[in-house]
């Protein structure tokens, strides 16, 4: 049952995703995290040339069922490919993750409903200038956690959406972190439909960009991922057909929040373990080469000794991770708390890890010439995406 063995077809892909990560993803992402003001990053052609070239390798599409236009790889392999993109752009690859929330959720909830899939599916997947990126709106300034805690119904002010003359008028604000809430063209937005329901009483809506009432905010200044938009979205009054409502409010809504959760934290774990991956063999290469005490520093066993460490982690937190995308794989969307279990490994380890390779360089580490920093960086901002670690923990516990 267990093989660690890469299939033909997964051998393929991860070595065009190497060869796109390491040519054209590393040295932009390099170029563009430099960069003072986040509004920059993505009115760039840099970024856009990237993201257009990563729609005509298909990686954003990876998932999508092949009657779309997709790959219909299962989670497994696009776990792989998701890591060894992080490898080379963190920033990159969260953005393509989180980009295709809208095809995805269509796909998997709405696949019959024609004007949502001609609309929003067949352009994401054909039209590869990376333009028909997407979002996905759940936090609010004033629900942050509480957006996933389904053991508190209090009501909330959450965005609202009102049912007038057969369309639905939604108005509100989302919080500044949805990622690629800036440069989206699609949002998948959770709108309170209830309020007498508490977060049950929401529903899972699709809002096109250029819909009127619609407003973008600026881009987020962040210590890390800096090539990820993160950006908050405005609601005014914004009218959608009522055939725009892909998940209704009810008993069943946690469910498909849980199953966004179940998905999406493993691939943030498998960003982790790409992010772990840069900083181990970067820094392993500088404690073969580097001398110092008259023979390499990797000989020092204190030195070795973080080495192994980092490798071991590495190894265990994708074993993990590969653990959930089978079950995934197996029966959609898979478990949560395996799924909870490994992004919280992954991420927390992924700090303190790429901190410890960042000590292997010395004072280097410290300098922006050399790259350990970013992945110190990158690797904060991953205990938080997609839920923080201790509501997660807390989430996954009471499954136990
Ligand atoms: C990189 C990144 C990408 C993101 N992408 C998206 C996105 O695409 N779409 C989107 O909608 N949002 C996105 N977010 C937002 C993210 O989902 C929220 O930041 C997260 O859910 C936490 O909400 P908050 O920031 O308001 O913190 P709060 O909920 O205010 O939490 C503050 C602190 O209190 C703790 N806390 C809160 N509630 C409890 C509790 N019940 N028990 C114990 N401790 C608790 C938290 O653990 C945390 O330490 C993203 C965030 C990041 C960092």
Redesign the pocket.
Known sequence: MIDFEPTPTQKQILSAAREFGKSVVHPAETTLDRMADPNQVHTSDLFWKVMGLAFELGFPKMALPESFGGMGLDAQTTGMVWEEIARWGPGFA?SMI?GS?VPQLIGFLAPDNRELVDRFVIPFCEDNTGRHIS???????E???????YH?LRVRHHTRAVKRDGRYVISGA??D?????GIADAFIV?ACIDPALGIRGSGTFVVPADAAGLKKGEALD?IG?RV?N?SAVFFDDVEIPESYLIFPCGDDYPTLHNAIITVGNLAVGHTAVGIMRAAYEYALDHAKKRVQGGKPIAEHQLVAKRLLTCFQTIESARALLWKGGWLSARNFPGDLKTSIAAKIYATEQAVVRTTEMMEIFGAYGMSKEYPVEKYVRDAK??T????????LL?KAASLL
Not at 135 to 141: I, K, R, V
């Open positions: 969260t989180s929330i979002a996905w709106c759940s936090s609010e300034p629900v942050g956690s509480d957006g996933k805690n508190d989302k919080s972190f949805p990622s690629n809430g959770f962040k991922l990820l993160q901002l991953l938080v995406m997609d839920g923080t670690n201790d509501t807390i």
